[in-house]
């Protein structure tokens, strides 16, 4: 069957044996997109992050029948050159250790400064809590979420 | 001129042509030999060449795990070589152990153990200095200058009295390069180090948050199959029967293999989702579990340390005559697994003629793939071509990296290149586990509160002694590093007995972050904290008096001063160490049973990338964390206790203390591993902190009354 999906502003027909397979496939095997990376499968780490209109949601939990007609955004549209403040707050903070955590952390903070540009330490605590690294660069996430808030109002003036 | 570097390969070569086997295949992938390092340049040596365009090409003998350690050995090359950093590239080494193995780990290819940056250290030093050496004694040659007048710097070399300067594109378009060599004489002084102790952008910064950065898992040629393995849930789990027609209809599943030890039953699509879908549509019955449980481990290891099941290996012997003794403390350790970020993965594709075969996986070792490639596949080791992709993640598991036997056997079954993907579950459940430990110290003070006594005996089962015997150390050849490290304590005392005890566990062992090192290092800094605080001395008083190291003095002088150690009305805990070549001083704030600070002092020798150290030491300190309050792998009815993620305790991002890193650092220092190093500290201050703010005392991990 074949389902319409519109990912990063661009429209694909995507031919699947199977409506249900969980998006994050697609994406990876289907669309090239492998950005998105996942590591449970169960909706419990984060590693698959993607926003589905405007929201962070898990894209290992959501079939791709059920993504039709939304729009998603992946990391690779996030900006195209790495430009987004949350990209740059990343890079500025140097946080990423072996990576394959990040673009889910940052899909995740990017979902959250949207709809809370001026977090609190707890709110960023909060709204970071569900995504895993194991690499152990916490710290690093929580700080580069507090400067991306800011490069966001600069950027916003 | 392209210049290939073949210097295996061409024994690889003369091997084969005695039987006349050499083929390149059409339409088939062209059969390689091994060892073709990939310099485009001059060769100025083993690490390092030098293109036209002035372009220094080195060949990096470390693998991508995240930790940074190719673009620290990359600085290292640079600040000796006078080159600037933006103007290295850095090339994955071949799988060519005598050139490119690491010294401090017998000389093979692996990458952990915190020995990257130690091993290489020298290495890389003097490969910089001939480089630095050869750029000067060409611009010398074409220029008439004096070699004594020049130097280099920022990828120039400079000639003093005419301020004139010639770049390193000049000089390697200008003709052949003098190769003059270099010695120790020729290094740098370290104090006129200036790439080293900073913080450059990773080369790969960009790619990490654009999702660009392309990991083994991202990576299926087309036409490769992919793999999902069904194993039972219980331990030591073989196949008795199998139906596999629901598995067989999924759209996309082509072969069914079962392994040839029956573990495991490979489902092999066109695609993961049919793939793994297809591994949970098999119907499997399975031989019984055993009864197998955390508590029978535990009480086993316990039982160990009174009757040793196998000869004790002692570490430390200079008890001379029995003590009054006091009683024992005991210190149990669970299991505990990786939850590895990317899915352990490895591709194997039989070359032309099913000579050898091409493995590319997200590995540690290079040398360890090839081994289990090659019993595998049942060829010998120099037909086997390896390559290593970027890791999302190892911490030690990837170094006995069984995907790429399991992708072996399959490619081999089915005649075709196929990936194998092991979901995170199914590694949680049935893959490698830090082994668990009990111990047992027994520890006394003289009537001056000095140590005059202690007997520390451990008993766990060994990474190393399971997988790798050939390795094991010591005198006899028996001690598992990697179940005694951290044992050897810094404090002074003239009767000591330490010793390992090996006792096999059900579950596979494996390395991770800081293997024993987290948990002896816990039992002995909790014992001495308690030894001083009963006898009403200050801990790190009575620490700064039994050791004779200054630098470990230093540090703990340094977290004491952060901290403000003594002010009264404070649980704090302090921990100290030293692990590969770092010392490192901790103290934990604990505030109604929650660890809300840690002060980490840290003298790592020379610092070479500043924030990638910082957050190796933090990352650590995060894993310590973990360790210390929530993890451990437990084990019922034959089977570990998880059926998902959430059936593991980790610490989370929004549970994070604030923790503050200082480092000490002096000069003429060689650097310190530093992967692992922010572990053991952080669990033993944590346990400390926790003893002063309840009055309990706690013998297992994570922290329980
Ligand atoms: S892979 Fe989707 S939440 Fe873990
Ligand atoms: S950077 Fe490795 S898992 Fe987060």
């Given amino acids: 069957m074949t389902l319409s999906l519109k990912i990063n502003g661009v429209t694909h027909q995507v031919a699947l044996e199977d409506p249900d397979t969980p998006l994050v496939f697609v994406l990876r095997e289907k669309l090239g997109l492998s950005g998105t990376k996942y590591s449970c499968l169960q909706g419990l780490c984060g590693a698959c992050t993607i926003h589905l209109n405007g929201e962070a949601v898990r894209a290992c939990q959501i079939s791709a029948r059920e993504a039709e007609g939304a729009d998603l955004t992946t990391i690779e549209g996030l900006s195209e050159d790495g430009t987004h403040p949350v990209q740059q707050a990343w890079m500025e903070e140097q946080v990423a250790q072996c990576g394959w955590c990040q673009p889910g952390q940052i899909m995740q903070a990017a979902a959250f400064l949207s709809d809370a540009p001026n977090p609190s330490a707890q709110d960023i605590r909060d709204a970071m809590d569900g995504n895993i690294c194991r690499c152990g660069t916490g710290p690093r996430i929580l700080k580069a979420v507090a400067r991306a808030s800011r490069l966001q109002k600069e950027t916003c003036q | ?705």
């Fill in chain 2, 1 to 705: 001129m392209t210049h290939i570097r073949k210097r295996l390969s061409r024994r690889s070569f003369l091997a084969l042509t005695g039987t006349a086997t050499i083929a390149v295949g059409v339409g088939a992938t062209v059969y390689s030999l091994q060892a073709e390092t990939p310099v485009t340049g001059a060769e100025i040596n083993a690490f390092v060449a030098i293109t036209p365009d002035g372009e220094i090409e080195f060949v990096c003998p470390a693998l991508d795990l995240g930790q940074g350690a190719p673009v620290a050995l990359a600085m290292i090359l640079a600040e000796e070589g006078g080159a600037s950093l933006s103007q290295v590239r850095i090339l994955p080494a071949p799988r060519d152990a005598a050139r490119y193995g690491n010294p401090d780990f017998g000389g093979r290819m692996v990458t952990a153990d915190s020995k990257t940056t130690l091993g290489y250290w020298s290495i890389l030093r003097h490969a910089g200095a001939e480089v630095r050496l050869a750029l000067i004694a060409t611009a010398a040659r074409q220029n008439n200058w004096r070699i004594d007048d020049c130097h280099a710097q920022d990828h120039q070399v400079y000639h003093g009295p005419s301020g004139k300067s010639v770049s390193f594109k000049d000089v390697a378009s200008g003709g052949r390069l003098r190769l003059p060599g270099a010695d120790g004489a020729d290094l740098k002084a370290t104090k006129d180090f200036s790439l080293l102790g900073t913080s450059p952008e990773s080369p790969d910064a960009v790619a990490i948050v654009t999702g660009r950065k392309k990991f083994g898992a991202d990576m299926r040629a087309e036409g490769t199959h992919v793999a999902v393995l069904r194993r039972s849930t219980h331990l030591g789990g073989t196949v008795t029967s199998v139906n596999d027609s629901r598995a067989k209809e999924i759209a996309g599943v082509t072969h069914i293999h079962q392994l040839e030890d029956a573990s495991a039953i490979a489902v092999v699509a066109t695609d993961s989702w049919a793939a793994i879908k297809g591994a949970k549509a098999l119907e499997v019955t399975w031989n019984s579990p055993t009864e197998y449980s955390s508590k029978i481990e535990r009480t086993a290891l316990e039982s160990a340390l009174v009757t040793p099941p196998t000869d004790p290996v002692i570490l430390r012997a200079s008890v001379v005559a029995d003590q009054p003794i006091a009683p024992a403390s005991t210190f149990y350790a669970p299991s505990l697994t990786h939850v590895l970020p990317e899915p352990l993965n490895a591709t194997v594709e039989g070359n032309s003629l099913g000579l050898g075969a091409t493995v590319t996986s997200a590995t540690q070792s290079l040398d360890l793939d090839m081994r289990y490639t090659a019993q595998t596949w049942k060829t010998a080791p120099f037909m086997i071509n390896n390559k290593a992709t970027p890791v999302g993640g190892a911490y030690g598991r990837r170094v006995f990296n069984d995907t790429v036997r399991e992708a072996a056997e399959i490619a081999k079954a089915i005649g075709q290149p196929v990936q194998v993907i092991r979901p995170q579950l199914d590694e949680m459940q049935r893959g490698q586990v830090r082994p668990a430990a009990a111990q047992r110290i027994v520890a006394e003070l003289d009537d001056s509160g000095n140590l005059a006594y202690w007997r520390h005996e451990i008993a766990s089962d060994g990474t190393l002694a399971t997988h790798l015997p050939s390795s094991l150390k010591g005198e006899q050849g028996t001690e598992d590093n990697t179940a005694t490290d951290g044992a050897y304590h810094p404090y002074r005392c003239s009767q000591q007995d330490v010793r390992w005890i090996r006792d096999r566990a059900l579950p596979l062992p494996g390395f991770l972050r800081g293997v024993s090192v987290g948990y002896t290092v816990w039992a002995i800094e909790t014992t001495i904290e308690r030894l001083a605080r009963k006898s009403s001395q200050c801990p790190l008083e009575w620490r700064l008096r039994h050791i004779d190291d200054p630098r470990l003095a230093t540090v703990l002088h340094q977290v004491a001063n952060m901290v403000r150690w003594g002010e009264p009305g404070r649980n704090l805990g302090l921990a100290t160490m030293e692990f590969r070549g770092a010392r490192v001083a901790t103290v934990a704030e604990v505030i109604d049973r929650n660890v809300t600070a840690l002060w980490i002092a840290v003298d790592a020798g020379q610092v070479i990338h500043r924030k990638q150290l910082l957050g190796q030491i933090e990352g650590g300190a995060v894993w310590g964390l973990s360790m210390a309050l929530h993890e451990g792998l437990r084990f019922r009815n034959g089977a570990a206790d998880i059926t998902s993620l959430a059936d593991y305790p980790m610490i989370s991002n929004g549970q994070l203390p604030e923790i503050k890193i200082e480092l000490v650092e002096e000069p003429n220092r060689s650097p310190a591993g530093a992967g692992e190093i922010g572990i053991p500290a952080t669990i033993a201050a944590i346990c400390n902190a926790m003893e002063v703010a309840t009055g309990d005392t706690y013998d297992a991990l994570p922290l329980e009354a």
